[in-house]
């Protein structure tokens, strides 16, 4: 039996709609303000979803359950499988003692909390960003973080913070290709249009991840290396993708912006060096406020040797290569043919329908499980740590009570993920989604505003800016056309918008606390970034509300 989608069940949009917007309510409530653990207030977020879905929107309860199910099995893979494996690559680090060699590295570059911060959490975590996506970035860059004594909110936090501005065109441009896909509309146009809003906050987000950490007085002490940070990330950024695609404009920028950071450093450092690692005004009790700068460890003044340089950043450089080349498509195309298993969910796949005026005419909604190991990044990690572990000199025993050590300390954490999927994709297959999407498409001149946030919601609902794509982006065009504002801006509004509630998303939250070994803490870090998470997305939606009224030949598409 078919069922099409119900996105107004009882005759009142504004009814409707407070009702589908409970489960993500009762989720965030529990994890925000009840202080409960990330899984239990997930399971509640699930059960409250579950019921409105049947009881409310009419959704069968066994495509209610597949729908669940489905999300938890993606949860797991490809997203779980990433944590876990890059949490043990870090375990293998540290236990060998070539992690403290890494951070006496950095420290050597600077000794200054701040600029290390620009380093690792903006530049280097915006190549991870572009190599692989998917939760990558913020587990290196929060377990390189906590590693050179940052506090846990602060590594976990501004790691996020961090992650915003790269996100759409992460894993190779795969949130564009997914946009482009379900749109219809240009793929060039659409990267071109991200590249000329995205750029803009490639300059602000790092002197605000700085502001976050130091306050306004530290933010300015070392404005002139957070400009080069981000004057050599945003241009790069703009060039790339108007002039080439959207494949490579992460990798080209993120390695650009560390060249020049580092090349910059060498001639200018500040006057006072920053040592402490705990977030400014943080003196709650509860861990957040971390090391003073009494207790932080000072790594700047015991340089390690060459040799030694090169085997603490072996493991990682092989990391890099690994990963890189697991986001090549010609790479994934190969492994596939190797091995893959499509599983359909028998019941769910092709039997929900999403019907007008979500998208121009009703379509079935897929529900096949891709099963490709061989392909999924998390297995180019797994790989690159196993090589990377025997080359640090453990023997395959070693390698097997670390692992296991690992799956024990993320258990939770990816228990997590998995029920945090389950929420996302049973509100995306009951239509609970499409109806808070219609809710925000009924803003009338105000949509680029609201349209921009519509991409923030959905990538706070899904995790994945591919995935809000993939959900809205057919909204987008149907209401731009509606409204006569243009398809391909308002299309790349969702992407753009999207980016920045990377930061809230609860599997982006969850990895982050796993990375920094600050289980069931989620709650604090989720307090700590919602208002920058709110903050940069309403800016985001100026900016669009500007393009479309006021600059329109900012969002003139370009003719190939």
Known sequence: MTWNQVYDPFGSLALSTLFAAVPIVVMLVGLGFLHMKAHVAAFAGLVAAFVIAVFLFGMPADKAGLAAGYGAAYGLMPIGWIVLNIIFLHQLTEANGSFTTLQRSIAGITGDRRLQLLLIA?????????????????????????????????????????????????????????????????????????????????????????????????????????????????????LVSNFHGPWLVDVVAAIVSMLCLIAFLRVWQPKKIW?????????????????????????????????????????????????????????????????????????????????????????????????????????????SAIVGGLLMGFSPVGLVKIYGRTIWKVRFSLATIAIMLALGFLTRYSGLDATLGLAFAMTGPFYPLFGTMLGWLGVALTGSDTASNVLFGGLQKITAEQLGLSPTLMAAANSSGGVMGKMIDAQSIVVASTAT?????????????????????????????LQAYVWPFTSLVIHH
């Not at 530290?218 to 990330?233: D, H, Q, R, Y």
């Not at 060459?306 to 450089?317: F, M, S």
């Not at 070994?517 to 900016?543: C, D, K, M, P």
């Open 517 to 545: 070994g600050w289980q069931n803490s989620e709650g604090t870090i989720l307090r700590y970034v919602f208002f920058h998470s709110i903050a940069l997305a309403v800016l985001v939606g100026l900016l669009v509300t």
């Open 122 to 238: 903006f530049s280097f975590g915006a190549f991870f960003e572009g190599a692989a996506g998917f939760g990558t970035p913020v587990a290196v860059t929060a377990a390189l973080l906590i590693g050179l004594g940052f506090s846990p909110l602060a590594a976990s936090g501004l790691s996020l913070i961090a992650n915003t501005a790269p996100v759409a065109y992460g894993a190779l441009g795969t949130p564009v290709i997914a946009l482009a896909a379900v749109t219809g509309l240009d793929l060039l146009d659409l990267s071109a249009m991200i590249g000329r809003q995205l750029p803009f906050f490639s300059l602000i987000v790092p002197f605000w991840l700085i502001w976050a950490f130091a306050g306004w007085r530290g933010m300015m002490e070392i404005w002139p290396a957070i400009l080069v940070c981000g004057v050599t990330f945003a241009l790069p950024q703009f």
């Open 275 to 383: 040592t402490s690692t705990a977030l400014k005004g943080r003196t709650n009790g509860d861990g957040s406020e971390g090391l003073t700068t009494k207790t932080a460890t000072d790594f700047s003044a015991d340089r390690p040797t060459a040799g030694a340089l090169v085997r603490a950043w072996l493991p990682w450089a092989i990391l890099t290569v690994f990963v890189f080349a697991w986001g090549i498509p010609q790479v994934k195309t190969a492994l596939d043919a190797i091995f893959i298993s499509k599983i359909p969910f028998e019941g769910l796949h092709n039997m929900v329908f999403k019907v007008p005026p979500v998208v121009a005419t009703a379509h079935a909604e897929a529900a096949v499980f891709n099963f490709n190991i061989l392909s999924m990044t998390g297995t180019g990690i797994f790989l």
